[in-house]
T-cell receptor, first 108, second 114 residues
Framework: GQNIDQPTEMTATEGAIVQINCTYQ??????LFWYQQHAGEAPTFLSY????GLEEKGRFSSFLSRSKGYSYLLLKELQMKDSASYLC?????????FGAGTTVTVRA | GAGVSQSPSNKVTEKGKDVELRCDPI?????LYWYRQSLGQGLEFLIY????????KSGLPSDRFSAERTGGSVSTLTIQRTQQEDSAVYLC????????????FGPGTRLTVT
């Protein structure tokens, strides 16, 4: 079975840093994706981790520990436009299993 | 177009009617996926196509749901005898490679069954 957990909501101030945690217990694992989804829009790709460690891409970084079944997405220098839902997804071959998403609200 | 497109963007139907949802993947993408997203829920996998074949239909909730893909391109998801619990956003995604790879999502079809 697939069990992917992430917090439901987080709130942070513009310019701050927010870390969204994702823990997973899955029957197979090839890698872990993070997607961003603005309300009423399609999810868009943010990052993909296959190996343990930190992947940095501009203001966004993603970390993976396969032995702990744990990942986080780090959003730095928060902007109002970062208010969105962030989806953690575990891939097993072609299949993605998604967490319920974390809604991040950025306040001025 | 450059991205995945879906139609209609919104569909309101009466309970018991059949509906067809359409997905146009990115040109050349061989893999196509259908997901369902209900309010407050994660994306729920429905079906996976590789070319015109569907090697994994395990996520289809009941036999009222079916999907096909023709010409290795357009896909339609059909829901027969719709029920209120079918109300959700239906998302289509495509990818250019087999196996684990980035999926590109369409904007979705919001289905409301009254």
């Amino acid at each position: 079975g697939q069990n992917i957990d992430q917090p439901t909501e987080m709130t942070a101030t513009e310019g701050a840093i927010v870390q969204i945690n994702c823990t997973y217990q899955t029957s197979g694992f090839n890698g872990l994706f993070w997607y961003q989804q603005h309300a009423g829009e399609a999810p868009t790709f943010l990052s993909y981790n296959v190996l343990d460690g930190l992947e940095e891409k501009g203001r966004f970084s993603s970390f993976l520990s396969r032995s702990k079944g744990y990942s986080y997405l780090l959003l730095k220098e928060l902007q109002m436009k970062d208010s969105a839902s962030y989806l953690c997804a575990v891939s097993n071959d072609y299949k993605l299993s998604f967490g319920a998403g974390t809604t991040v609200t950025v306040r001025a | 177009g450059a991205g995945v497109s879906q139609s209609p963007s919104n569909k309101v139907t009466e309970k018991g009617k059949d509906v067809e949802l359409r997905c146009d993947p990115i040109s050349g993408h061989t893999a196509l996926y259908w997901y369902r997203q209900s309010l407050g829920q994660g994306l729920e996998f429905l079906i996976y196509f590789q070319g015109n074949s569907a090697p994994d239909k395990s996520g289809l909730p009941s036999d009222r749901f079916s999907a096909e893909r023709t010409g290795g391109s357009v896909s339609t998801l059909t829901i027969q005898r719709t029920q209120q619990e079918d109300s959700a956003v239906y998302l289509c995604a495509s990818s250019g490679r087999q196996g684990a790879s980035e999926q590109y999502f369409g904007p979705g079809t919001r289905l409301t069954v009254t």
